[in-house]
């Protein structure tokens, strides 16, 4: 009997998407065809696989960026696909073609990412940049390339000497500057101004002031928590006075915020953030005019003012937020939702409120890092750079 012949490639990309469409929930619906055209049918049962063992929504969208981009990295530098798992040599590569030296690349043309490579990933829309990259995404897409190796069942080459050796020298070469997520905080006054932007009684008015509110005083909610937050987290606590120091005075409405999961709790820890006064008034209000009693809290909503079901992406939230700043008449290339994060920590810095107590708000797990902000807000402030005024 003769050998089934192998089914055309169109058929295995469509089958592709098909396994991917259970994957809906975490992974947006125009990257579904590219990842189908780029992943193999092992990258796709990798993912599916991580799907079931319960790796969180967010985790398993970074995984499934990243191996995208590797896989197509993989095809433009050598016409072929990752080889799992992948050798040493191929590791270094990837950092050589993305962590060089500009002054290097001035005198050799063919120092870095090569013409063609950078070309054909442009064209997909995976390169946006022509300098090197950022030490961290470098960095990241390793360690996801790493993690994808292990859930195969296969030891890879990330801990050999000579790829430590090859990162550590291409990072001192690329001396490319840290840049912030969002170039500028929103501190109060500028919340103040996108409140001001959704002060109409739509119901989208009303999710927004919601949405920006609840971000920025829960201690700067990442977008992602945002998005994911559902009505079951939510739990009303006793009223608190308005004046610590006078117990028996007039008291604001709180609300407590489990955060389950996130980026620095686990699902199964006790964490959880507090909102009093104002914020807990204004989402109060949205639940009750958008009919919210179970689920998701921030939602979509289609042209014609209808509540959807689904939740907000993380991306959403993001558009949301620039939407609102230029409806302000600030410059929306200027702010992302990460400024909701910074500009609370800038915020308790210039009000004097000492970091730990912030810290139990924001929920930073590196003292280091929030307290980058504060140093920010005390050097602006402050009177070291007033010497000759």
């Known amino acids: 009997m003769d050998a089934p012949l192998p089914k055309p490639a169109s058929d295995q990309k469509l089958r592709r998407a098909e396994a991917l469409d259970a994957l809906d929930s975490v992974l947006p619906f125009d990257r ?25 929504e967010n985790s398993l969208r970074a995984l499934a960026s990243d191996l995208g981009y590797l896989e197509a990295w993989s095809l433009a530098a050598t016409g072929f696909s990752l080889p799992w798992p992948a050798p040493e040599a191929l590791l270094i590569k990837f950092v050589a073609h993305h962590l060089w030296d500009f002054s290097k690349r001035e005198t ?18 995976l390169l946006r940049i022509d300098g090197p990259h950022a030490p961290n995404t470098v960095r990241r897409r390793l360690s996801s390339w790493s993690t994808l190796t292990g859930w195969r069942g296969l030891k890879g080459k990330f801990n050999a000497p000579g790829l430590r050796s090859a990162i550590k020298l291409a990072v001192r070469a690329s001396a490319r ?26 119901l989208v008015d009303l999710r927004d002031r919601a949405l920006l509110i609840t971000a920025f005083a829960s ?5 992602s928590e945002v998005s994911g937050l559902r009505l079951e987290q939510l739990a009303d606590e006793t009223p608190v006075p308005v004046d610590p120091k006078d117990p028996d005075g007039e008291k604001l409405p709180c609300l407590k915020i489990r955060l389950g999961r996130t980026k620095t ?13 104002r914020p807990v008034l204004v989402l109060k209000d949205w639940l009750e005019r958008a009919a919210i009693t179970e689920g998701a809290i ?19 939230v993001n558009l949301i937020l620039k939407r609102r ?14 400024g909701l994060r910074s500009g609370y920590l800038t915020e308790t810095a210039r009000r004097g409120i000492p970091l730990p107590e912030a810290m139990q708000q924001s929920q930073h797990r590196s003292v280091q890092q929030a307290s980058n902000y504060y140093n920010d807000a005390e050097r602006t402030l402050g009177r070291a750079a007033r010497l000759i005024v």
């Open 32 to 56: 579904r065809d590219f990842l189908a055209d780029i992943l193999t049918d092992d990258d796709v049962e990798t993912l599916r696989h991580l799907a079931k063992e319960g790796i969180g």
């Open 108 to 125: 050799d043309p063919a120092h870095g990412m090569p013409a063609k490579v950078a070309i054909t990933l442009k064209a997909e829309g």
């Open 177 to 202: 500057p840290r840049g912030r997520k969002s170039k500028k905080a929103v501190t109060a006054d500028i919340l103040t101004a996108l409140l001001k932007a959704c002060a109409g009684d739509r």
């Open 219 to 223: 201690g700067g909610r990442r977008r």
């Open 265 to 277: 709790t686990q699902a199964d820890t006790d964490a959880f953030v507090l909102l009093v006064g």
């Open 298 to 316: 921030f939602r979509g909503i289609d042209r014609w003012g209808n509540l959807e079901k689904r939740a907000l992406t993380p991306q959403a």
């Open 325 to 338: 700043v230029a409806e302000a008449g600030l410059d929306p290339a200027a702010f992302s939702a990460h």
